[in-house]
């Protein structure tokens, strides 16, 4: 059991979707005594009036005992990436479509929060991907990390090593690194495996490679990824889950490692990832 | 028999690489009485001066009758995409690591040159695809045309339609559709099929599709395909041969025809298809 | 408009989910004034009695003037095949999962066989794909031909070629050669591209090959496919439509060609191969 | 350093292509003062005569200090197989085509068994995988474990689950479960992913999928895999690391577990599983 005293709420950008979660979790929040922090974006985005139990236009903290995260498979990952490094659980509501990582489906909402303020659920710690590019910066992946050609310019031209050792030389379209959680996203859009949750490991694959001989590559957790651009004069962006961080010139490299336990997600008990797999894999397959 | 009497000639843009061969070609030229038409660029870059059978700093004109094309896939497709819609041939000599279009390799390129001049090779008419987009343009493609989402944007949104019936609605980094000829180019790097050059119909193919049911799809050449771009907000970039044509804004749709006959490539006797694919193949296999 | 005087009928092996039909079948013909033919095994199946328009225990005949065929793809097939090489349409009413080949879905029955004894219906002629063994036999493939490796025996070791070219050796599990109507069954298995039902060609691919450059070749329709079985002892079955033909030596070899106009399938106006495609494959999809 | 005194020695099917190794590993052996153990087999395939530290016509034996392999994979496999369980290094020299498991390649084999006979090595322990069904039987497998469907009758329909969740059912020709050691064999022909070998987990991937939702996935090293043959009527076979083992009647099922540490694996300083990834697939791409 988890005690729960102060809560932060994070949804998507569609406020009137979530209109009545954030009544109900407004309402189980009061009986429960947990404080509710909304950061100024969401307090205005729901119209909050201050009442007892709610600390509105909030400064993000990170010593929170939950955080609320209504939204889609977005929404959830930006929630875990704030959280990231701490052992903040996200408890994740899906109001999007597919919603992997969701902790309960928007259909069991009120057994959920009432579960998700009793601190009655299991924690899941995820691993992230750690990136670091030659004096540019730090950057930690919940999901992926890719790297790919600028619009309009000649295919990438990127050089892959593991530890000493060079891999293979690929052009393509650009390279996606995942986490196990990640697997089921643009790694599988690659063609890549799905990885089961408790997989120790990480994945790269490769986004409309001309090279034959190209395939997805599940790299141990104990060694170094390098990505080389060996191209002669085009950059190429480097994006992290989703959202780009930086270029890398002709000659650069980045280096991504395995980081265990960066992330924790709630996990209702008798929910597992195959189980998870099965149900949203249906929700994929619609043409 | 080709009568020759006229020439283009077209290198890529190193032409150090390619100097021996224009050395050759000129000699070639004056022997056989053949008038070379070479270009402001194309004059510069030889460092060529005026002589007899030389038409430099030329304006491109469409009654030659044969092209020569010095490079790598790219500069050939150039070539043919300057004569498509005309009958001249292109004799293109591989100066690249693929060459998949190439008329002769340049180890053969004093026989070869020899039989271009002397007319002695065959013609392979070959299909293009025809893009039109609402309002935007018409432009043709030799090898084929592409739509992207845009770098640090949501996935594109696509929905593709052939005659009156949609097929299938994609979410993915983008979509190709190509001929025959450009089948083993960027379609085959999404794992779609490679057409032999004779097979009437072209195939649409998708970039990390996130749907698990999106499938490379051969279409009839007697029908038409549509993309919509189904986004509620974000353009799609289009391209063709792998030029930036245009964007395609939410809501909009572009169409694709399968044009007969369009391009002119020379062929010694004796070369087909499937023999250049197995030669071809080995070189994209390289790690 | 096709003049129905005498007709085929062929069910699959589960009567009592086709026994409403088939009254509803006995019925229309009689206020029709149609002639059913159904063989010793049909008229068994259903437990059918002598009557005026019916002929039981009836020899196969090709000069009838249709064929209902009542199944999934697999009777469906069997009726192309019988009637391959006719122009007696199949009139294909499904009754299994997936029933790519189907003119009708079992809930349009009434209006579908009204029309069908009217002769109301388009006819689309298929193409066929004939294999020919060294000295061994001629077979015609509706939908695909096959070679699979031995059970427990080492992995096949395939060369192709395609008219005097040899593409490539493979080795693998086997390899199957599908026509446009069998590009959505064995063939979509191993990853070949769907074909729409106009275009003129045939697919080959791979099952589990080893090598890293075997791809998907649509072969035109004007080129003759040669499948060597290079291993050094081990024969690999062949396989036609999914049923055994013959065995293939080692160092024999089979030719592959593609046969225009073999099998006719009755067609509702309004239908097409792409909607079709679009409704049969949410129903592959299922997990 | 490990101290060798006793070794197996296991040869391929070829003795003429071993027949200087094995010359050059009895003078090894005898200046290193090791005693040689070879089977009957193997006596009489390379027709040796009774000497010094030879042991000839010699039963198996789990307690020598190495065993040297010498062959393609399916030697070296069958080495590890016969010393799985136990903590002899298996040494081997590759004389086949790919190797990927070989400790050194033919032409470093004077330097590679000097080291050998010195104990101057790594060992490199591999997991397997244990499969057990419905009271027929508990087996290792050390590359991988597989299901088919038999020649000529119906596709295979297989369920899968992994501790208490189904998470799909498939009909396909099989299914392959791989170690990473194994992945880049069967697993590899089926779309499936490159593991490195320190990944812990296995791997699933099908042979032929109709559905088009199975995708490869990489299973937790905790958790079990069940198989279902979900056929109303017919066997599956289920085959380890090649070799056939039992019939799986429908309805029948198999538990797949992750075992750690089985094998082990000689390795010369400086190697490494990605190292030899790039080497050995160029020689997986050749047409």
């Known amino acids: 059991m ?10 998507h950008r569609r406020p009137d979707e979530t209109a009545e979660a954030i009544g109900l979790l407004l309402g189980l929040a009061r009986q429960s005594g947990v ?21 509105l236009d909030a400064e993000v903290r990170l010593d929170v005992d939950i955080c609320f995260a209504m939204g889609g498979d977005g929404t959830i990952l930006s929630a875990l990436r704030i959280y990231a490094g701490t052992s903040v659980p996200v408890f994740a509501i899906n109001f999007g479509q597919i919603g992997f990582l969701a902790t309960i489906d928007r259909e069991e909402i009120t057994d959920g929060l009432t579960r998700g303020f009793a601190g009655d659920f299991e924690v899941l710690a995820l691993p992230g991907i750690e990136v670091t590019g030659a004096g540019k910066g730090r950057w930690l992946a919940v999901n992926d ?8 310019k000649r295919v990438a031209d990127l050089m892959y090593s593991v ?125």
Chains 1, 2, 3, 4 share one sequence.
């Open 2 to 11: 988890n005690r729960i005293r102060t809560a932060t709420v994070l949804t």
């Open 35 to 55: 404080v509710l922090r909304l950061d100024l974006e969401e307090t205005r985005k729901h119209g909050l009036e201050p009442g007892p139990g709610l600390e």
């Open 145 to 152: 990390a890719s790297m790919h050609r600028q619009p309009g």
């Open 163 to 287: 530890g000493p050792d060079e891999v293979g030389r690929v052009r393509c379209d650009g390279l996606v690194v995942a986490t196990p959680a990640g697997s089921t996203g643009y790694n599988l859009a690659n063609g890549g495996p799905v990885m089961a949750w408790g997989v120790e490991g990480y994945v790269v694959s490769f986004i409309a490679p001309h090279s034959l001989t190209a395939r997805a590559l599940v790299v141990s957790p104990h060694d170094t990824l390098r990505v080389n651009n060996c191209s002669l004069e085009e950059p190429v962006d480097v994006t992290v889950d989703g959202r780009p961080v930086c270029l890398l010139a002709a000659g650069e490299e980045i280096e991504v490692r395995f980081a265990r336990g960066q992330s924790h997600l709630a996990q209702l008990p008798g929910t597992s990832f195959y189980k998870r797999l099965r149900e949203k894999f249906g929700r994929l397959a619609s043409p």
